[in-house]
């Protein structure tokens, strides 16, 4: 029996990135740090802000615009001229009116802290983490160690498109 060769589907050529080696190897530990963030993570999502070697970075293992729509929701709740305190935890939440999905959040600010706690160690973070998938939840945890925290989120959903 004569089998056919399979057609190759032409895919569109990608732009290619020039990148020095430093800048390679920086590439790599990021995307290894979001791999070891994601795997820690449980299955829940997560958005990374972290000031490396004075340069602010993003790191996600979200879709983009979910990333926007969720901070957008947190900067609804959290006061225009907050600062954060030392520890940087919060719950923009009032009383959960069920006691299971009160459960779940507290779980998911544990976890969040354990995280942000090894990234904060040396360097400056505002970290979420979120619940992932199309039931909408709302479980929703964050931690920083900076003051301005609020702000410089702002900033980066603003810029978005």
Known sequence: MKRKAREKKQKPDKPRVVRTMEQQQEYNDLK????????TAEGKGFALFIILDGKPMY?????????????????????????MIEGGTGRPLVEDPDPFRGYERIKLEKL???IASALEMRNEI?????????????????KTNIPYARESIQ???????
């Open 32 to 39: 290894a740090l979001a791999r070891a963030i994601a795997e």
């Open 59 to 83: 790191l996600s293992n979200a879709v983009r615009e979910d990333v926007v729509k969720t901070l957008r929701e947190w900067l609804a709740l959290i006061p225009k001229d907050a600062v």
């Open 112 to 114: 969040c802290v354990q």
């Open 126 to 142: 505002v970290f979420f983490l979120f619940d992932l998938g199309d039931a909408d939840t709302g479980n929703l945890a964050f």
């Open 155 to 161: 900033l980066w959903v603003d810029a978005q498109p």
